[in-house]
C-alpha cells in the first residue's frame, strides 16, 4: 500500500479481505481505531500485515540497537534524536499539508523516530513534550518529546517541517557507559563510534550492508514465504508507535 495516509486504512482491509498478504507505507494510519482495524481484518483473514517503518532496517540504528542489546558499550544513558526538513510542498493535491490527510509532520516525520524507540526500548513510563503550530496548516509541525524509562534512558526527540524550504537531516547522538555513537550523514563515515576516554578519537561503525527499502521489503517477503509472523515489525508495535504520537500530544494539551 503506498498511498497517502488517509487511505491506508480502507485499501490495507480490502486487500485483507481479499486474500492478500500486505505490506503497507508508514504511518500505519491516522489514528489508533483505523490501526486496529487493520490488524482484526488480517486476523480474520490469516493473511500476513507488516507496516514498512524503515527506520527499524537501516543499518545505522540496526548498530543502534545492537549495542543496546549487546552491552559493548555499556548501559545507554541518554538518547538523542532528530528528523527535521521542509515542508512537502510537492504531494498530489497538497495532501501532505493537509492534516487530515497526512496528520501532519507528527504522524508522517515524527513517527520514524517515535517508532524506533519504541522498537527498541518500549513503552515509556512517563512522556513530555512541547509542539508548536504552522502558519500554513495550523496543525503541530515542531515537537520536542521526552520520554522517560524507569531505570532506563532518558531520550530526547526533535523532529518538524520548517516553512522555509532546508536540507533534510536526520540522526542521533547516543551515549553509554564506556562510548558514544553519533550518527550524522552529513558526515564521512555517517556513524561514528567515540570509545577513547583520554583523547577525541572515532572509529567508523561497522554497520549490516544493504539498503533499508530493499532490507524491509525482502524481510516481508521471507516473512510470507515462510509462514512467520513479522517479528521485526509486527502490527500491534506499529500501532502503538501511533499511540505515543497521540500521548506526546496529550501531553503537549494538543489532544484529550
Known amino acids: 500500500i503506498c498511498l497517502?495516509?488517509?487511505?491506508?486504512?480502507r485499501y490495507a482491509i480490502e486487500a485483507l479481505e481479499a486474500g492478500c498478504h500486505v505490506i503497507s507505507e508508514k504511518p500505519m494510519a491516522l489514528n489508533v481505531d483505523d490501526a486496529d482495524q487493520m490488524i482484526a481484518a488480517a486476523e480474520?483473514?490469516?493473511r500476513q500485515l507488516m507496516v514498512a517503518q524503515c527506520i527499524?532496517?537501516?543499518?545505522?540504528?540496526?548498530?543502534?540497537r545492537q549495542c543496546v542489546q549487546d552491552g559493548s558499550l555499556g548501559k545507554l544513558l541518554s538518547l538523542n534524536?532528530?528528523?527535521?526538513?521542509?515542508?512537502?510542498?510537492?504531494?498530489?493535491?497538497?495532501?501532505?499539508?493537509?492534516?487530515?490527510r497526512s496528520g501532519g509532520p507528527m504522524y508522517d516525520l515524527?513517527?520514524?523516530?517515535?517508532?524506533?524507540?519504541n522498537y527498541m526500548l518500549g513503552q515509556p513510563e512517563r512522556i513530555e513534550a512541547t509542539v508548536r503550530r504552522s502558519l500554513a496548516t495550523g496543525s503541530p509541525d515542531v515537537v520536542?518529546?521526552?520520554?522517560?524509562?524507569?531505570d532506563g534512558p532518558q531520550v530526547h526527540m526533535h523532529g518538524g517541517w520548517s516553512y522555509a524550504q532546508i536540507p533534510f537531516q536526520a540522526g542521533f547522538d547516543a551515549w553509554f557507559e564506556r562510548g558514544f555513537l553519533r550518527f550524522d550523514g552529513r558526515s564521512d563515515p555517517a556513524l561514528q563510534v567515540f570509545a577513547n576516554d583520554r583523547a577525541v578519537s572515532a572509529q567508523p561503525?561497522?554497520?549490516?550492508?544493504?539498503?533499508?527499502?530493499?532490507?524491509?521489503?525482502?524481510?516481508?517477503?521471507?516473512?510470507?514465504?515462510?509462514?512467520q509472523p513479522p517479528v521485526e515489525c509486527p502490527p500491534r508495535s506499529a500501532r502503538d508507535s501511533l499511540h505515543l504520537v497521540d500521548l506526546e500530544l496529550e501531553a503537549a494539551g494538543i489532544k484529550e
Open 205 to 227: 561503525a561497522v554497520c549490516e550492508p544493504g539498503d533499508a527499502y530493499y532490507n524491509e521489503i525482502a524481510y516481508f517477503l521471507d516473512c510470507v514465504a515462510t509462514g
Open 110 to 117: 515524527h513517527i520514524h523516530d517515535v517508532d524506533f524507540v
Open 81 to 100: 534524536m532528530y528528523r527535521v526538513g521542509g515542508r512537502p510542498i510537492w504531494s498530489w493535491e497538497n495532501w501532505f499539508q493537509d492534516p487530515a
Open 144 to 150: 520536542h518529546a521526552i520520554y522517560d524509562y524507569a
Open 44 to 46: 480474520r483473514a490469516d
Open 56 to 64: 527499524r532496517f537501516w543499518p545505522e540504528y540496526r548498530y543502534l
Open 4 to 9: 497517502p495516509t488517509f487511505l491506508h486504512a
